[in-house]
């Protein structure tokens, strides 16, 4: 059974916790928050038996192998740190870092750790439907591009219209459509087609100063592919990837609950499953087959895999940021 820690108590980190309980093979131990009535409600909805408001102590004194990574985009470096130099294996939700010299370091550090373990939280990519439709995309004859699509309102986008400026849309927190609903973008085009020759952002800023949605033009040798993403406005647009006369299209870029694959004579076949019970669910049950067992040959393989994705999704969405200037405050440490 793997001991899991937390860090962050928002709802990501409960549907996260959801899904460890469909998996059975987690128990959550330990919750930290920097308000330590929070962290000890969190722990009592959800069965855990140490709180802490103190991330030093929690590492130190805390009785969990694993811990799962939540917090506003810019803390991710320096938790992940402190958590690989305590011998801890990291999940870190999505995007891991903010930029490639963060990155690097996490590396590195992984690298003089050989036994610690380390996940980017990409969600959509461990689902079923994403592996029917690049098992899909693999039978195609001709591929001529993509557009990828992902635009949720987020509600705290009226705070930002009321004058405030929560996490999310922060430099300082290295918020920014790019960096949240745009990393599933970016993971699908980088696990299906592999990184670009060259990339151009075109965002829309708000008055926080990161972009609150955006396009982005990804120029591959024979296609390009197009990156469509907002957190201040909804879309139903669904997601396609061109063949000649046939195509794969998708309900959207990030959940992913359906696909279908429209053959040249025009006839459409379904390739998606059943809804997942928790988005989740996959990714869950992916890292904990690593973790419970990190010298088979496949789960070294598909552990590998997935590291030199989260690498090169990170600098991809570092390269879009330079191309359109947007410059966070942890870049200038």
Sequence with gaps: MIELGIIGTNWITQQFVDAIKLAKTYELVSVYSRKLGTAKSFAKGNGAKETFDDLKKFFKDGKFDTVYIASPNSLHFEQAKLA??????????????????????????????????????ARNVHTPNFQAMEDQLGKMKIVQGAEFTYSKYSSRYDKVLGGEEPNVFSLKYAGGALQDLGVYTAYDAVALFGMPEEVAYFPQLIRTGVDGKGTAILKYPEYTVTLNFSKISNSTMPSEIYGLKDFIQLDDAGEIEKVTYTDASGEQHLLSGEKLANPMLPEAQDFARVINDPNNEQNKKDYAYWCQLSVYVNKLLFNLRQDAHISFVGDQD
């Design 84 to 121: 690989i130099e305590s011998g801890k294996n990291v999940i870190v939700e999505k995007p891991a870092f903010s930029n490639q010299k963060q990155m690097t370091e996490i590396q590195e550090l992984l690298f003089d750790h050989p036994s610690v373990l380390f996940f980017e939280g």
